[in-house]
């Protein structure tokens, strides 16, 4: 289960300076346990003891997986997950 | 003067009130803290202030004429005040914004028939400046660029409007000014005018504490392209406040002073409160660039409702 993980400019220093990277998982908290191997650091910046952090926005394609099924949301072969950051400054 | 008679929405901008923020005081009984509620501008926030300013001094020297168009990258609140000030003044506005704005947010500027372009949502605001100086520099003379980030008129508006009217509101009192950056025009602005006072007083600038971070209208300037400007040696200190402190203090101004406000007012609060308890005297003004409602996302059950 090969995902693709679009990784957003503040978050590059993690995976030097890549901005997409892939891991191998079958839901979406697999891929972040996946990522934390690869880039150590990357999964205190999207969740924490209570699931995603309320700022971070995830997508599973191009859906919030909020209203798909959070943290279990399943990812298939080929997927995309996307880390979209807040829109910063002015 | 809010209750003075105007020819036009454009002289609505700026003599907003301050509210004093008991609730806060409560922790802190020898500081008083008060919040400048920017969101009574006609446009919903801060950001009517240098919009207003760079249009109308752009206007003035013939930069900006009813045969261009403006154009300019913006988050959002920006947009908003080109938007209405253009419509207001009769002049053509495009806004680049990302992609992942909130629906709302394209709604209320289209709804003074403003231009969208959108940029990749992965690359922030960052992204939309770039994408936007691309089609200025494609097409120069069809366009008015203001560029909020390299404008002088944007902390200008600040000089002139909020630092003056904080010294008006507050002059006798304020020991410490507090505000986040974000094209850092309000920073950079009312600390040139605080530090003309007679008095000392300390200003000091919030920041995201994390380059990824959720205080929508917030840069962390270690790891973006810094604002022209911006000039980093005039904050007396750079105070890192994390995000979930910004949101929960959002939470609890709404619910303990009626005040509804956007991530970046948390952070300039929550910033205004650890410097009161820190000083433990004195006197703390911050402000509040918008409302919260700014902010609302779908709902689950809304997401796919169609009219």
């Known amino acids: ?34 990522l934390e191997a690869a880039h150590p650091g990357l999964k205190d910046r999207l969740v924490d003891d209570k699931g995603v952090r309320r700022f971070v926005n995830l997508y599973a394609n191009d859906e919030d997986i909020r209203f798909l099924d959070g943290l279990e949301t399943p990812l298939a072969d080929g997927d995309t997950l996307s880390i979209i950051p807040a829109i910063a400054g002015g | 003067m809010r209750h003075r008679r105007i020819e036009s929405i454009v002289d609505a901008v700026g003599h907003t009130p301050m509210v004093r923020l008991r609730s806060l005081e409560r922790e802190t009984p020898e500081v008083e803290i ?14 009517d202030r240098p919009a207003r300013q760079m249009m109308l001094d752009a206007i003035a020297d013939g930069r900006l004429t009813k045969d261009r168009v403006l154009i300019d990258s913006t988050s959002g609140n920006t947009g908003v005040a080109y938007s209405l000030f253009g419509a207001a003044l009769g002049y053509r506005v495009q806004l680049v914004m990302p992609e992942n ?12 028939g403003t231009e969208l372009v959108f940029s990749d949502p992965m ?16 097409e120069p003379s069809h366009y008015f660029y203001p560029d909020q980030y390299s404008n002088a008129s944007n902390p200008k508006a600040h000089f002139l409007g909020t630092g003056a009217e904080i010294l008006e509101q507050v002059g006798d009192r304020i020991t410490h000014f507090v505000t986040g950056l974000g094209t850092s025009g309000t920073m950079m602005g009312t600390t040139r005018r605080l530090k003309q006072h007679s008095r000392p007083i300390t200003c000091v600038a919030v920041e995201p504490a994390q380059p990824f971070h959720g205080l929508e209208g917030l840069k962390h300037m270690g790891s973006s392209i810094v604002p022209p400007i911006f000039d980093p040696a005039l904050p007396d ?9 910004g949101w ?59 009219w």
């Open chain 1, 1 to 34: 289960m090969s995902i693709t993980v679009r990784i957003p400019t503040p978050l590059r220093t993690l995976t030097e300076g890549e901005d997409e990277v892939s891991v191998e998982g079958g839901n979406v908290a697999q891929v972040i346990d996946a």
């Open chain 2, 34 to 47: 008060y919040l400048k509620l920017e969101y009574a501008n006609p446009g919903g926030s801060v950001k």
């Open chain 2, 101 to 112: 704005v909130s629906q709302a947010r394209k709604d209320i500027t289209r709804a003074f």
């Open chain 2, 123 to 138: 690359e922030g605001s960052d992204g939309a400046i770039r994408h936007c100086k691309a089609l200025v520099e494609a």
């Open chain 2, 237 to 245: 200190e750079l105070l890192p406040v994390e995000t979930e402190d």
């Open chain 2, 248 to 306: 929960d203090m959002s939470d609890r101004l709404a619910a303990d002073e009626g005040l509804h406000v956007g991530h970046s007012t948390g952070a300039n609060v929550f910033g205004a409160l650890t410097l009161a308890r820190r000083i433990g005297r004195g006197c703390v003004v911050t402000l509040a660039p918008d409302r919260g409602d700014r902010y609302f996302a779908p709902l689950r059950w809304e997401k796919h409702y169609e």
